[in-house]
């Protein structure tokens, strides 16, 4: 969302203008999508520790580590190709909700549904939010075996992974669109004014 806002704010156009690649723009943001989602597992996972006695094994971190950063890396990278679709700014939260709230469904994320229809669980295997949970699960499932590398899990979000990160290349548009966003405009308004000629 925040991606689609500065396209239309022209914040992006001013960064094609310099030398910076487009690839080193894009990997800097999948990078801090990653990182930031780290900071917030490492924090919940630390009130887990102290406050509900939940228990980490060491020899099963690594795989928890490779699948959270692989996984967060597959959804940032399909978040840029999100906001090439989305046409502003404004509609950005829209066509989020509109992509993760089913997919949540179909991938036993916010209802584990008992005996669901061969459809639903085939169409869930498609996409990659359920082997990540899986994976990410299994390496604290106390029942699973160290090291709990999910290899078959993790090749499924690499290869989201790349299709996110091949179509915002394609797709990926620095211009702000037609119309823009509702802030630029009421940026230019409160602003006593027009917006600058160069943004």
């Known amino acids: 969302m925040g991606t689609a806002i500065a396209r239309d704010e022209g914040i992006l156009k001013r960064f094609r203008g310099t030398p910076l690649p487009a690839w080193a723009y894009m990997s800097g ?9 780290f900071i917030a597992a490492v924090v919940m996972m630390t009130v887990g520790v102290v406050a509900f006695d939940v228990n980490i094994e060491i020899s099963k971190l690594p795989a928890a580590l490779l699948t959270f950063v692989t996984g967060s890396a597959c959804f940032a990278a399909l978040g840029i190709a999100l906001a090439a679709a989305s046409p502003t ?15 949540a469904f179909v991938s036993d994320v916010f209802i584990a549904v008992g005996d669901p229809p061969q459809w639903l669980t085939t169409l869930g295997d498609v996409f990659p939010l359920k082997h990540f949970v899986r994976a990410f699960q299994d390496a604290f499932h106390p029942l699973t075996e160290s090291p709990a590398f999910r290899l078959e899990h993790l090749a499924v979000m690499a290869a989201w992974g790349v299709i996110g990160a091949l179509l915002a290349l394609k797709f990926f548009t620095w211009e702000p669109r037609q119309g823009g ?13 027009e917006a600058p000629a160069g943004e």
């Not at 943001?29 to 989602?37: F, K, P, Q, R, T």
């Not at 700014?89 to 997919?103: E, F, K, R, W």
């Not at 966003?181 to 004014?193: A, L």
Request: hydrophobic share 40%; proline share 5%.
């Open 29 to 37: 943001l999948i990078g801090s999508g990653v990182w930031i989602a």
């Open 89 to 103: 700014g404004d509609s950005a939260p829209a066509v989020a909700n509109a992509t993760i709230l089913p997919l």
């Open 181 to 193: 966003s509702g802030r630029r405009r009421r940026r230019g308004r409160t602003g006593g004014g």
